[in-house]
């Protein structure tokens, strides 16, 4: 689609950010620690990214621990963040209805507040070769998964508002009309439940006095 074209982007480097994600989440079992297929999804999708971008120019930086993938003109960042709410839904409105699924710290705030008030949709380049303090000042857009019984589903999404601790205001949504992750099996969430243990039952002897 032409908005992603514009950004650099293909349809495949979206889905092969989100496969990367799964395939790894799906390699958890009840015996990892709660959570960790989430962990792991949210680890594994963004490096599954960089892998395919550092090939065409892309960058990147771990600066305040938000794993951004960096255009090769230095103008905006993408990270690879878990979601909640109509995410992938055409229906969405740009305020509420989608939002990400975790309570986000301080450096996401600023973030997000750096979009609300230095974007023009195709910002100036900082400069050829982006380092940590520079990529703190990218507009960033968010690659948005969610988790579900019918499958995974995702969006490339730009922030601009946090209302409490979960960003939900966005400038822009993209949505491909392709997902090829419907289906239970892509279905994670499950995998970052706690198994309810069954009451163990130990029988208990007592010696009456000699």
Not at 20 to 49: H, I, K, Q, V
């Amino acid at each position: 689609m032409q908005r992603l074209s514009e950004l650099g982007l293909a349809p495949e480097d979206l889905h092969k950010a989100i496969a990367g994600g799964s395939a790894e989440a799906r390699l958890c079992t009840e015996m990892d620690a709660p959570g960790m297929a989430g962990y792991a999804f949210w680890s594994r999708s963004n490096r599954t990214f960089r892998e395919r971008m550092v090939r065409k120019g892309w960058t990147y930086s771990n600066a305040q621990s938000i794993l951004r993938t960096i255009h090769p003109a230095g103008t905006f960042a993408i990270t690879a963040v878990s979601g909640s709410g109509m995410v992938g839904e055409e229906a969405a409105s740009f305020s509420g209805d989608v939002r990400t699924k975790n309570p986000k710290g301080g450096a996401i705030a600023k973030l997000v507040e750096r979009n609300y008030v230095q974007l023009p949709l195709f910002p100036v380049a900082l400069s050829s070769g982006v380092d940590d303090l520079e990529a703190n000042d990218l507009p960033t857009w968010f690659l948005l998964y969610k988790s579900s019984k019918d499958g995974l589903s995702f969006e490339l999404s730009l922030p601009v508002e946090m209302h409490g601790k979960h960003v939900d205001t966005w400038r822009e949504r993209i949505i491909l009309d392709d997902n090829p992750f419907l289906g239970a099996e892509f279905d994670i969430k499950r995998l970052d439940e706690v198994p309810a243990m069954a009451p163990v039952e130990v029988p208990v002897e007592f010696k009456g006095a000699q």
